[in-house]
């Protein structure tokens, strides 16, 4: 069994568990559910950098990436250096993060939130507006297209970002619909978590204009960046690279700076 596999049997245990305990009526009471929620497709579309950071703690391939990083701190760091969103880590078992973390990060900024997760139910999006995200990922490679369907109008009609993510042709052929504002393309497989950018750059071109593109996995330089410029990429999700510092939001008010003069 895969790791990707794995990860979504448990998760499916674990959003029915919850289903048994808080009902969805009380996501819907809660005080950020009518928040108006920030665009990141939005952000991207308007920025000349870019740059997505990722708050994460640990991953399957990294058992440790850095496990006491306060989430709040580290959301103010990426402020400061104007990145276009956040994204932030919800899995706890496999990535050590939690719907905390979401609601910690939004009450330290207002940039566009995305809830890193792996959506397998209508629940999920609805417990990630309740949380403070502006944007939920769904990956193609664990969903039918009639879910991204469901799933994606969904979240339109609460007024998230919706980030589909894929790792090749056939994932991307059968995901775009007219719901989705974000394609990502996964650069690591998530099968052999081996990465590389040319799955980024074979897939540009097969995606329609009408999405913004965003780059995910792997991209640690200003160059990687300034190559996936040129197959149209607007968006660039930054996790590791930041989070292995000691000081995450330095390191991105340093890395974006590079990045302007470039």
Known sequence: MDILSKIVADKRKE??????????SQYEASALFERETNSLSTALKQSDTGIISEFKRR???????????????????YNKAGVCGISVLTDIKYFGGSLEDLVLARASV????????????????????????????LIAAILTRQEIKTFSELAKSLGLDV?????????????????LDMLGVNNRNLKTFEVSLDTSK??????????????????????????????????FLIGENFMKTENPGQSAIEFIKKLKKS
């Open 15 to 24: 959003v029915d568990l919850k289903k048994s305990i808080i009902p969805v």
């Open 59 to 77: 991953s399957p391939s990294k058992s440790s990436i850095n496990q006491d990083a306060n989430v709040g701190l580290v959301a103010k760091g």
């Open 110 to 137: 207002e940039l566009p939130l995305l809830r890193k997760e792996f959506i397998i139910s209508e629940y999920q999006i609805i417990e990630a507006k309740a949380y403070g995200a502006d944007v939920i990922l």
């Open 163 to 179: 980030l589909l993510e894929v790792h090749n042709k056939e994932e991307l052929h059968k995901s775009i619909m007219p719901s």
């Open 202 to 235: 074979s897939l540009s071109k097969l995606i329609p204009d009408d999405f913004v593109k965003v780059s995910e996995s792997g991209i640690s330089t200003i160059a990687a960046i300034q190559e996936l410029k040129e197959y149209g990429y607007k968006g």
